[in-house]
């Protein structure tokens, strides 16, 4: 296993409802990233964190925010909740010292009604 | 247009067959190219690295193709547990972030 966890595994929420979801990274990482898996697609970035600043964004709207700790763990948070945020969100761990492999958790599959 | 393209399949092959999956993409600017492998409703898991002299892990040849953009995945002598979706990423520095970009996966069926 990629020593990455995250929680819950899975979700439901309706529409309009906030979520927030855990990532908890691998020893020694210090960047976080999410990523958000509809189904049948691949996935897509939404942000990256680094020592506890967002420096990356993908094509997502603000209602996505996020949080890293200083022990490297993270948060994703989703406003508003709309249906087709229906995914598998998936956060990635990387060191500095391997800034091109990215370890991935389980993901959380989360379901808007 | 996609930034990573894949051809959807899905392929269906018979155990011990030869299978090969294209990738094109469009930025010039990808810094690092890879394959990753997901098992249905499981975390996307990296196969190997691709680089432009090629490589080479057991049963499974990647190549890049700079010039054209261009990324190829070989697997030989398909067994049953390669049944998956390969996807076909690249790495992007934006700013100082890596931003990894999926394709949109070829789902492989190795077939007894």
């Known amino acids: 296993e990629t020593g990455v966890t995250q929680s819950p595994t899975h979700l439901i929420k309706t529409r309009g409802q906030q979520v927030t979801l855990r990532c908890s990274s691998q020893s020694g990482h210090n960047t976080v990233s999410w990523y958000q898996q509809a189904l049948g697609q691949g996935p897509q970035f939404i942000f990256q964190?680094?020592?506890?600043?967002?420096?990356g964004r993908g094509n997502f709207p603000p209602r996505f925010s996020g949080l890293q700790f200083p022990n490297y763990s993270s948060e994703l948070n989703v406003n508003a909740l709309e249906l087709d945020d229906s995914a598998l969100y998936l956060c990635?761990?990387?060191?500095?010292?391997?800034?091109?492999?990215?370890?991935f958790g389980p993901g959380t599959r989360l379901t808007v009604l | 247009r996609k930034e990573v393209e894949q051809d959807p399949g899905p392929f269906n092959v018979p155990e011990g067959a030869t299978v090969a999956f294209n990738c094109t993409y469009s930025?010039?600017?990808?810094?690092?190219f890879f394959w990753y492998r997901q098992d249905c409703r499981k975390e996307p898991k990296l196969l190997m690295s691709v680089y432009s002299s090629g490589n080479e892990d057991g049963r499974f040849t990647a190549q890049l193709n700079r010039a054209s953009q261009y990324i190829s995945l070989l697997i030989r002598d398909s067994k049953l547990s390669d049944s998956a979706t390969y996807l076909c990423v690249v790495n992007l520095l934006s700013g100082s972030a890596r931003q990894l970009t999926f394709g949109s996966g070829t789902q492989l069926t190795v077939l007894p």
């Open positions: 990635a761990s990387r060191s500095g010292l391997q800034p091109d492999t990215q370890y």
């Open positions: 964190y680094y020592r506890e600043e967002e420096n």
């Open positions: 930025n010039s600017a990808s810094q690092s």
